[in-house]
């Protein structure tokens, strides 16, 4: 549904967005996830047409954006970071100005907002003032205007910043119920949030795309921890695939007492858990103490932290 190919955008010297390819199927829900300046934003900009590339190309289905741009707006609903939302108009006044912007036309306004009021649970502050709700509401007013001409896309740039654990708690249902007709994108520098709300993410550095995947294959492990009480390396060496065998540490373990336990050797595996069976039997086989042997699975704060340089990789 959309294709993002070599996309860069520079401003002057700095380059905010570097040579980014990836593709959205129709009805994901993907996660932006990168820190502050990692480029996101920019990112969210082009897609929704309001920056324009340095090079590269932005498709929406045949639409390109550039030309097509106000027939790829029409698609897209958009909760910018810092949504603008008029202080003094009730929130009923606000999505009637929305919706004229929308160009949606004057006898279907009523209807669209009415819907938008409901998906975003604005029930009970559509009479109020803007001024007067919490930023939890007005978040949500945020995302009533994005949905107000029921786009089948719906970028949402940090839609959880400077809400509370509770208001935090309802943006992501709100997030799973736009997921059910539309594709979402949330932009975020918060790992729980893709945690929570998201089915696959792209993870920015720098400007650089450097992981595209879904949460599931995340977690898959390709390595094998092992803690054994001698050295395994010779046992290891018998077992026929696995090739790569890291050893991390070695120690003399103490007891509680602060006596020596006798050594301790911890091993990082390149194998998957398939192998798990063969090594345990020949670490049995040369009577090595097995202490640990589990899939070394990776969760995305560990992803995420070693993309950002902030752990060893591995
Ligand atoms: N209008 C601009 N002029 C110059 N540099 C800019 C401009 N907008 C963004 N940048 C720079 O581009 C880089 C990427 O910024 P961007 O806002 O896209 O990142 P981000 O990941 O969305 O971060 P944040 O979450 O802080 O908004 C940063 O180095 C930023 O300083």
Known sequence: MIQVEHLTRRYGEVTAVDDVSFSIGSGEVVGLLGHNGA???TIMKMLTGYLEPTS???RVDHLTVGPDTRQI???IGYLPENCPVWPEMTVIDFL???ASLHGIPENERTKAIARAIQRADLK???TDEIQTLSRGYRQRVGVAQAILHQPDIVILDEPTNGLDPTQIHQMRDLIRELSKTAT?????HILQEVQAVCERVLIMR???????????????SDRIRLVTGADARPALERVARLSVVEPIRTDSGRDSQGQSSGQRYEYRLLADETLLPEIASQLVAANVPILNLSPDERDLERVFAEVNGEVEHG
């Open 124 to 126: 009970a502050k559509a």
């Open 96 to 98: 009637h100005y929305q």
């Open 73 to 75: 707006q029409a698609r």
């Open 206 to 220: 720098a400007g650089k795309l450097v992981i595209d995947k879904r949460l599931d294959e995340l977690r898959e």
């Open 184 to 188: 979402v994108i949330v932009s975020t």
């Open 39 to 41: 480029g996101k934003t």
């Open 56 to 58: 590269g190309s932005i």
